[in-house]
């Protein structure tokens, strides 16, 4: 297998461009010697009296495309090391009648003027002035034309794909188009008696027959698989991901169409670079990548990685005009949403060497550059080693420090829950953040030393005109960066008497991506039956800069899309609010009801009295064999609501970090906004009757 030099990424190396000055050079000597140093030779096309142009062209055109089919068939070139023109109707169409209008007029292309210079032609060099001033000009009013730069890009679009044939159909259709060609333009220079010396009907008979003969045996050679590990890629070349490191040649080659490519690539990882191997090549001063973040410029200037460049969305094709096949261009933000979308847009564009980094910066963070005392298993020695490497390469001194010695130890899985004594026990402990949910009046009469106090009301906002939303991940961050909290801290959540207080805390420390949490079983009931110091003196908290993501949180959806999964009928519908509010027969929105097919659980159901009339959650068992009687699996698709997000913040927490269902969505709008669209189907039914109310019935 050729490694091109499109695919080692050494176009504008020395080695590129030696090998271009020996090609161009050779390229040049061939058309002097056959004539196309002279602008007479070559207008003659337009007069109908020399159509050597018309032959070269079909020449060249048909000899590429019959090597080419038969290279890539015997497994001697990729078409991943080719370069492939995107289409862009307007440009081209607009382009092709400019130089049309211009080889016309000068009787010159670029290329031929060049070898008339060489010749001593004075009107080749009046030629190529006009040229360089035209670039001149294209480049200075560029701004103007650059919307008909892209007017009708189409990506790369191969004709055959167009007009719904194989490429051996296309490649024979060509051949056949270059014979008739070719007796068309003998017929027009000479006659139909085709009678000059060295050119005759057996001659041109023989050699149709040649060029026929040669397609279909390019087209009929036997295909060649590269077995895997037989492409020796060198190491500044557009690489596959890890994922795809020792797979057939053939399920890493371009596919037949723009879409096609782009799924394939997504099938293979091809699509992607790991956090670990980015990290690698970068420490190793990999030259080949070129690193781009496209977050805005305040998130880039705040924290990016080392040698990274900041260009906005909408600047990438002009930006990475220049790295168009030159090594690998990797894009990353804070998750995979943007840089999955401008990847696939820039495919379609004609980049094949655009990847995006898996788990984005977010991803980077956890996989890389978090302490090796806070990952959930521990390290071996050299593990330990490179996390500390990594985090000396990539972040500023004072975060590359590491963790404090008494950083604490999670006290079991985390997200999950803690009890008095455990907090008792490691109270005051670096790493360790207490947020105190409770009004603040209680709050500044007596809290647990060095506790943060957090009203809730402050976590949520108006969005988009709904009310109580929980706000986007961005705020969310900036505002536990003023409280002094950073990703690295432990924070345990104590809420006042109401579990559900503390669970809206924990999504929204969840959609923060920061799983470093636990909720205090009884909240602050509990800490005082166990005796916890308390003091009423306001802790220091230095502000910190906790990362923002700008990506979804992954477990909230929308009204539209519990709608649809409404109407679908495979996904559970939860509806935590109090009973009579589900059945409608009290209502504080503008409708009274529930979604149709939904369930109700009262949140309440999932709570329990302990010592001293605490509320707290139920035992993991007991909650298990209760929505094991609601919901058929683990992964069953299940929504969970209420009227604002709060009750439900609960339900969704109980059965994602207590006990383990991995598909449940979370509706925040909740009742709040379906009651306010009358659209949406709501039912009203009868609330189920109490045991006082069945015995009545009974005696009757």
């Known amino acids: 297998m050729i490694a091109t030099l499109y695919s080692t990424g050494q176009l504008n190396a020395p080695l590129g461009f030696a090998a271009a000055l020996a090609v161009g ?80 007029m000068g009787g010159w292309c670029p290329g031929t003027a060049a070898v008339g210079l060489a010749s001593g032609r004075l009107d080749a060099l009046i030629f190529l002035i006009g040229v360089a001033l035209g670039s001149i000009g294209f480049a200075e009013s560029y701004q103007w034309v650059a919307p008909l730069a892209s007017m009708g890009s189409r990506g790369v679009v191969f004709l055959y794909d167009t007009l719904g044939i194989t ?77 795809t490191q020792g797979q057939p040649q053939a399920a890493q080659t371009q596919a037949a169409s723009p879409e096609a490519q782009l799924l394939a690539g997504v099938q293979t990882g091809r699509d992607h670079i790991e956090s670990e191997e980015l990290a690698r090549r970068l420490m190793a001063g990999d030259p080949s990548i070129t690193l781009v973040d496209i977050r805005s410029k305040a998130e880039f200037d705040a924290f990016h990685l080392k040698g990274a460049v900041n260009v906005a969305l909408s600047q990438l094709p002009e930006a990475l005009a220049a790295k168009r096949g030159q090594g690998i261009i990797v894009l990353y933000s804070n998750g995979m949403t943007h840089p999955a979308q401008a990847r696939d847009a820039l495919t379609r564009m004609g980049f094949n060497n655009v990847y995006l980094l898996g788990d984005g910066l977010d991803g980077f963070f956890e996989r890389v550059l978090k302490p090796a005392a806070l990952r959930d298993a521990p390290l071996t020695p050299e593990s330990a080693a490179a996390v500390k490497a990594a985090r000396q390469f990539f972040l500023p001194a004072e975060l590359a420090k590491p963790a404090s010695p008494g950083l604490l130890t999670p006290p079991g899985n985390l997200p999950g829950l803690v009890d008095a004594g455990w907090l008792k026990a490691n109270l005051g402990k670096p790493g360790l953040k207490v947020i105190d949910l409770r009004p603040q009046p209680q709050y500044n009469t007596a809290h647990l030393p060095g506790s943060l106090s957090l009203h809730l009301e402050s976590l949520r906002g108006n969005a988009g005109g709904l009310p ?198 979370y509706y925040d709008a909740g009742w709040t906004e379906w009651a306010a669209r009358p659209e949406w189907p709501a039912v009203v039914s009868p609330p189920p009757q109490s045991k006082d109310e069945k015995s009545k019935e009974e005696k009757k």
């Open 468 to 665: 109580s939303m929980l706000l986007p991940a961005p705020m969310l961050a900036q505002h536990l960066g003023q409280m002094g909290i950073g990703p690295r801290d432990l924070v345990v959540i104590v809420p006042g008497e109401s579990p559900h207080d503390a669970t809206l805390l924990a999504v929204a420390l969840e959609r923060v991506g920061h799983k470093r949490y636990a909720l205090l079983q009884g909240g602050m009931k509990a800490a005082l039956a166990a005796s916890l110091p308390l003091d009423a003196q306001l802790p220091k908290a230095p502000a910190t800069r906790y990362p923002a993501s700008d990506a979804p949180d992954g477990f909230t959806v929308t009204g539209q899309e519990v709608h649809a999964a409404m109407t679908g009928g495979k996904t559970i519908i939860i509806d935590v609010r109090p009973a009579e509010y589900f059945s409608g027969a009290k209502s504080d929105e503008a409708r009274a009801g529930h979604i149709p097919n939904a369930v109700n659980r009262p949140f309440t159901e999932d709570h329990q009295k302990g010592p001293g009339d605490v509320v707290q959650l139920k035992n993991a068992d007991d909650l298990a064999k209760a929505y094991a009687a609601i919901i058929a699996s683990k992964d069953s698709p299940v929504i969970v609501h209420c009227r604002t997000g709060h009750q439900a913040s609960q339900t969704w927490w109980v059965l994602t970090r207590l006990l383990g269902y991995t598909n449940v969505k």
């Open 167 to 243: 490429k051996e159909q296309m490649v024979l259709g060509l051949t056949v188009a270059a014979v008739v060609m070719f007796w068309l333009c003998e017929i027009i220079e000479r006659g139909p008696a085709i009678a000059r010396p060295g050119v005759s009907r057996l001659f041109l008979a023989g050699f149709s027959a040649v060029l026929c003969i040669a397609a279909l045996v390019a087209m009929n050679l036997p295909r060649v698989d590269v077995p895997a590990g037989k492409i020796q890629i060198p190491a500044t070349a557009s690489r596959p991901s890890a994922q």
């Open 25 to 104: 050079f050779c390229f040049g000597l061939s058309l002097e010697k056959a004539g196309f140093g002279s602008s007479r030779r070559l207008s003659g096309v337009f007069y109908f009296t020399d159509m050597s142009v018309i032959k070269v062209m079909f020449s060249a055109m048909l000899t590429a495309a019959l090597g080419l089919v038969a290279a890539e068939r015997m497994g001697v070139v990729s078409m991943d090391a080719l370069y492939l023109m995107p289409t862009i109707l307007g440009a081209h169409a607009v382009g092709g009648a400019i130089f049309g209008l211009a080889f016309a």
